[in-house]
């Protein structure tokens, strides 16, 4: 989370109005990719209590991959 | 928990005027502390030590196995708890000024023996009640659990039962360390009065609601699996819950704080072509899992 410097609120209109719509989407987009993380999290953990390895392996890697996607979705900056 | 700091506010402060730093605490929560503070240190610190000795030493000192010398150890914290608050009282009138424990070993150099003798020849009531207190219930405590060690293993201790004397450890813990302690007459000279100091920036509005989530789904998280038999299988389980827990905290709060940093217009593009190998991922690990399942 470094290199995240907190700014107003974007503009609602004007210039930036589309891209604050888009990025809206975007930040919904993101936010269902963290709760299917944490869906996908929990799937694992109760594989792994009924001592079922490969599938709790599977639903953590979902967990970690969308989790890590939704986190890179709302990531600021143009060129990072 | 020490309280007194609402002590002698200087007058010339007006009521109308803004909320002022060391004015005198409402008159109903002043009430509350000062009647806990008049029942003393260990009188604090007995109730949930009482509770704490009900919930973990009992059970182990009267279970099937323990020797006698366990019931008699847990008989002696129980002893310890309750005449604590007897020894702190019989030496009030020497005790010092807000009942407070003061290590007067601390001025005394290491090598002198016989100062420090005169020290502990020095304590007073309240001295004494904490050391009987805290020392006579851990030590005839661990004395319990070293006699009876099978008490406490997994398959004859509840969950619940001990993640609540956790809590009431904790609560001793606490309440021996910082209890609520008398008003202190010298406190009124040390209170500077000003204005209420203000944030240097408020919190953005809808980032608690991004934390709450997360904190809701990685408490959800911690329901899972504590029903697994093997004691092996049962420590990973949590510390698989417990790390997932932590990522999606993580996770939401990356989300909360990115709603407020600065954003170009061009982003949308470029922070598609940044997720797009993750979200491909994604789809190519969900698409084969479906096609595994679908196959067998």
């Given amino acids: 989370m470094s290199g995240i410097h907190l700014a107003p609120p974007i503009p609602t209109t004007g210039r930036g109005a589309l891209s604050w719509s888009a990025m809206h989407v975007l930040d919904v987009l993101a936010a269902?990719?963290?709760?299917?993380?944490?869906?996908?999290?929990?799937?694992?953990?109760?594989?792994?209590?009924?001592?079922?390895?490969?599938?709790?392996?599977?639903?953590?890697?979902?967990?970690?991959?969308?989790?890590?996607?939704?986190?890179?979705?709302?990531r600021p900056g143009a060129g990072a | 928990m020490n309280e007194g700091t609402g002590e002698g506010a200087p007058d010339s402060i007006p009521a109308s005027s803004p909320p002022v730093s060391g004015q005198p605490l409402a008159p109903r929560r002043r009430w509350v502390l000062e009647r806990v503070a008049s029942i003393g240190a260990s009188a604090q610190a007995a109730i949930p030590g009482l509770y704490a000795w009900a919930i973990t030493v009992a059970p182990a000192a009267w279970s099937r196995?323990?020797?006698?010398?366990?019931?008699?150890?847990?008989?002696?914290?129980?002893?310890?708890?309750?005449?604590?608050?007897?020894?702190?009282?019989?030496?009030?009138?020497?005790?010092?000024?807000?009942?407070?424990?003061?290590?007067?070993?601390?001025?005394?150099?290491?090598?002198?023996r016989t100062k420090l003798i005169e020290s502990v020849r020095s304590w007073t009531?309240?001295?004494?009640?904490?050391?009987?207190?805290?020392?006579?219930?851990?030590?005839?405590?661990?004395?319990?659990?070293?006699?009876?060690?099978?008490?406490?293993?997994?398959?004859?201790?509840?969950?619940v039962r001990g993640a609540l004397g956790m809590v009431g450890w904790a609560l001793f813990a606490f309440s021996s360390a910082g209890p609520a302690l008398r008003p202190d007459p010298s406190s009124a000279g040390r209170i500077v009065a000003s204005t209420s100091l203000k944030p240097r920036s408020e919190l953005p509005r809808g980032d608690g609601v991004y934390v709450a989530i997360g904190i809701v789904l990685a408490l959800a998280m911690q329901g899972v699996g504590w029903g697994v038999v093997v004691p092996e299988r049962a420590v990973l389980v949590r510390l698989v819950t417990v790390v997932c827990g932590i990522a999606v905290v993580s996770g939401t709060t990356s989300?909360?704080?990115?709603?407020?940093?600065?954003?170009v217009p061009a982003s949308r593009r470029v922070r598609l072509r940044r997720a797009l190998p993750w979200i491909v991922m994604l789809a190519l690990v969900a698409a084969s899992g479906v096609v595994v399942e679908m196959g067998r």
Avoid: C
């Fill in chain 1, 32 to 74: 269902l990719l963290v709760v299917g993380a944490a869906a996908a999290f929990t799937f694992g953990a109760m594989a792994l209590a009924r001592a079922s390895d490969v599938e709790a392996i599977y639903f953590l890697v979902i967990g970690v991959v969308a989790l890590r996607a939704g986190v890179q979705l709302v």
């Fill in chain 2, 125 to 159: 009531g309240p001295t004494w009640a904490r050391a009987w207190s805290v020392w006579g219930f851990v030590l005839s405590s661990a004395l319990v659990w070293a006699l009876a060690p099978s008490a406490l293993s997994s398959a004859r201790l509840d969950g």
């Fill in chain 2, 255 to 263: 989300i909360a704080l990115a709603r407020h940093a600065t954003r």
């Fill in chain 2, 65 to 112: 196995g323990a020797p006698l010398l366990a019931k008699a150890a847990a008989v002696v914290g129980v002893v310890a708890l309750v005449t604590a608050p007897f020894v702190e009282g019989a030496g009030s009138l020497a005790a010092p000024a807000g009942g407070a424990f003061v290590p007067q070993a601390a001025d005394i150099p290491p090598n002198a």
